[in-house]
């Protein structure tokens, strides 16, 4: 009862504990800083807890998903950087720590690059530890102000692992990319490390990587986009993206890696300051690089992933903040003989006590593992309900 009470308590507490601020500014040089982060409790039905195989316990279990801090800056009008240092599932019951990574106990650098305008906005080049630019939901989308409680399934939402090569989402590499056609196309590219396991990339082969985005309306320039606007633009954009990846060995093969996708984000301003958000994608992939966790889809899998998403957010407050109703449902198709689709329902609710990142969530998600023949060693049905706190600037 005492670690229910003091996770709640912390939780409530994170809106005091956002911060940021500028640190320094003469002419065109800058320093600022700043804070975000959630705090979630998880109910888990129906898991493996124990080793035995046996998918009937449950899970209560508090823990910070994310906490960023983040430093970033200006040295000339064309030169800047950003960092980002990061722990993640802290606390996290069923989670292999890696301190290296930030990941279950520790800090590590999730983000960091610096970026130069060759040519304004049009074109810039940016180098160091970044998002991969591939798909729209972990690809230009901030964890701060996503639809959802959190990424896709085999993105590394909710308990999930992430299909394709990454260090935790990021890769380090050198990308190019601006916005052109009056900023209505923006374009990306990316040349990086990939795969950093030796087993699985013995060759030390390179990852090439690559989005386009276009939007009909009032346009994204930014690295960072939005899962939801929250009535502040009108968004239609249409999205492909390549990921590549030459001789990656997983279960005793080597092939090459390769995925696609196309993504439609959609955000509509309403009367009365409502807003309706939209997102609709599909990702093809071949010899995947990782398994999905809790799902038929092994490493070296060929298959496809679908994601549907809605929200409706209502501008008129209720106390000091505003809800916003979503669902959403995954389908996860692996194409080896006698592998069940994974589907997956969610509904939830958030209520925004400050811009997209100052929040709290319900979210219930239930996995459906298709038909359940009776053996214990395959994939059982799964119901995840969160409860999420997050804010920060």
Do not use: C
Not at 33 to 41: D, E, M, P, R, T
């Amino acid at each position: 009862m005492k670690k229910i009470l003091s996770s709640l308590a912390i939780g409530l507490l994170l809106p005091s504990m956002a911060m940021s601020m500028e640190i320094y500014k003469k002419d065109d040089v800058s320093l600022s800083a700043g804070w975000w982060g959630q705090a979630w409790y998880q109910y888990v039905e129906n898991m493996d807890t124990d080793g035995d195989l046996a998918y009937d316990d449950s899970l209560n279990d508090f823990l910070i998903r994310r906490s960023y801090f983040y430093l970033k800056g200006t040295v000339t009008p064309d030169l800047s950087f950003f960092v980002h240092f990061a722990s993640d599932k802290v606390g996290m019951d069923e989670i292999t720590n890696d301190s290296g990574k930030g990941l279950g106990s520790g800090i590590a650098l999730r983000d960091g690059w610096i970026n130069y305008k060759i040519k304004g906005d049009d074109l810039m080049v940016q180098v160091g530890r970044m998002y991969v630019p591939f798909t729209r939901n972990y690809g230009t989308t901030s964890t701060k102000s996503m639809l959802t409680v959190d990424l896709d399934w085999g993105q590394g939402g909710l308990r999930s692992g992430i299909f394709y090569p990454s260090n935790i989402g990021r890769d380090d590499s050198i990308t190019l990319w601006g916005n052109v056609l009056d900023d209505k196309l923006q374009y990306r590219f990316m040349v990086g490390d990939g795969e950093e396991d030796d087993a699985k990339n013995p060759d030390d082969n390179m990852r090439y990587a690559g989005r386009l985005s276009y939007n009909f309306f009032d346009p994204e320039t930014n690295w960072f986009n939005s899962g939801t606007y929250l009535g502040a633009k009108h968004v239609l954009a249409l999205g492909f993206g390549f990921d590549f990846h030459e001789d990656i060995t997983v279960g005793g093969e080597e092939d090459d890696y390769s995925a696609w996708t196309v993504d439609v984000h959609f955000d509509q301003p309403m009367a009365g300051g409502d807003n309706l958000t939209l997102a609709a994608s599909y990702i093809d992939v071949e010899h995947s690089a990782n398994a999905i966790s809790w799902t038929d889809w092994s490493a070296g899998d060929d298959g496809a992933l679908v994601s549907l998403k809605a929200g409706y957010y209502f501008g008129s407050k209720i106390g000091p903040g505003n809800l916003q109703p979503y669902a959403g449902y995954q389908n996860i198709d692996s194409d080896e003989s006698g592998d069940d689709d994974t589907d997956i329902y969610s509904v939830g609710l958030n209520y925004f006590i400050k811009g997209a990142g100052n929040k709290i969530t319900l979210d219930a998600t239930f996995i459906d593992q298709g038909e359940d023949d009776g053996d214990l060693s395959m994939t059982q049905d799964n119901t995840i309900v969160t409860l999420q706190f997050a804010a920060g600037f």
